[in-house]
């Protein structure tokens, strides 16, 4: 996470989406498989979308998520990902 600024629910959301596993030292399990990246969208949104689901249930209790949303940048190779939430 950054070190400052991220305090509200919302920048940490982002910050846990943009995290892969094996990044956080101590916390080896923080963040979403990098494993899923590689493959082609139509396979491997539903286990994304499964992963990012667990990763903010886990990490960030202050947050209901109601969706993730999975996309493709164009061309460019990048993945957006993205979580529709509710702060409790």
Request: aromatic letters at 6%; proline letters at 7%; a negative charge.
């Amino acid at each position: 996470m950054k070190a400052s600024g991220n305090g509200t629910p919302e920048q940490c959301v982002d910050n846990l989406l943009k995290t892969f596993r094996g990044e956080v030292p101590y916390e080896r399990v923080k963040g979403l498989d990098p494993r899923m990246i590689d493959r082609p969208i139509v396979e491997s949104e539903p286990d994304i979308q499964q992963d990012a689901d667990w990763l903010l249930y886990t990490y960030e209790p202050r947050v209901t998520v109601n969706g993730i949303n999975v996309s493709s940048a164009g061309g460019s190779g990048e993945l957006n990902i993205t979580a529709d939430i509710k702060v409790k």
